[in-house]
């Protein structure tokens, strides 16, 4: 499915990213995998290894440019190539009412998962038009279509991706690049373990659970292999599409 391919994927230390890994590996991908938590993404490479893929782990954060340009340079010279990008680095709303974050705190959510993501396709499809184009797929949330309490900086960070996405796609025709974006509902990662865990959001899990009409959480697998169609030649016409991955959730 993914045959030849040169992918980078970042937040690939654990959770989605991860799970990615695995299966666009053992679809015949080649991967740069990405993350501020170096350990983490070590592990995947290594994982991805063991099972007879090939991978190479590097440390980022995708909210530095220098570093992003870095990541793209090291994928060229290592592949030769690059045909496709899974943005999924990002991180957790704060749990605060609009009232009473921070600038830090607006800065500090979308510099990661809005320019972070702006970032990443930047230098990708400049990468991708030399060898005649690709795909990119970018990981936004339930919350870039609804939003709930306590979220509002994340909940413009996610509707800023599906932004850029549907910017980029309608540059396919010149730069010869897909771009999608996935919509996750509430996914068992680290991210939602930690979030659970937390006395703001504990008493907020049964509505969480509700919003899902499936009956449970995603797993990471479950975004995991939308992200590889989005990235395969099988999704050829599909281009600047916002893709739920919710259970339901925002149909409701
Ligand atoms: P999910 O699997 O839902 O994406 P996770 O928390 O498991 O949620 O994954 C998000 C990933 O993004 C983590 O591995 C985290 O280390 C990574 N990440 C967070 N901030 C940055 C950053 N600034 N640069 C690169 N990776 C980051």
């Not at 440019?65 to 957790?92: H, I, P």
């Not at 230098?123 to 919350?143: D, F, L, P, Y």
Request: overall charge negative.
């Amino acid at each position: 499915m993914l045959a030849g391919k040169t992918i980078i994927i970042t937040g690939s230390g654990s959770g989605i990213g991860r799970a990615a890994a695995l299966l666009f590996a053992e679809a015949g991908a080649r991967l740069l995998l990405a993350d501020q938590n170096e350990s983490g993404v070590q592990e995947t490479a290594a994982m991805v290894t063991d099972a007879g893929g090939k991978a190479l782990a590097r440390k980022i954060d995708v909210s530095k440019e220098v570093e992003v340009v870095a990541l793209v340079e090291a994928t060229l010279e290592t592949y030769g190539r690059l045909d496709g990008a899974f943005n999924n680095a990002g991180v957790q709303m704060i749990n605060k009412l609009v009232e009473d974050l921070t600038i830090e705190d607006w800065h500090r959510v979308n510099d990661i998962n809005a320019t972070g993501v702006f970032l990443c396709m930047k230098h990708q499809i400049k990468a991708m038009r030399k060898t005649g184009g690709g795909a990119i797929v970018n990981t936004a949330s339930a919350n870039a279509s609804v939003a709930q309490p306590y979220s509002g900086e994340y909940v413009a960070s996610k509707h800023a991706v599906v932004g850029i996405t549907r910017g980029a796609a309608t540059e396919a025709l010149e730069t010869g690049v897909r771009v999608n974006a996935v919509l996750p509902g509430m996914i068992n990662t680290p991210m939602i373990a930690g979030l659970l865990e937390s006395p703001e959001f504990r008493p907020r899990y049964a509505a969480a659970l509700a919003r899902h009409p499936i009956g449970r959480f995603g797993e990471p697998e479950d975004v995991a292999y939308v992200a590889r169609f989005l990235l395969s030649d099988q999704s050829a016409f599909v281009n600047g599409a916002a893709i739920a991955v919710d259970g339901g959730y925002t149909a409701c």
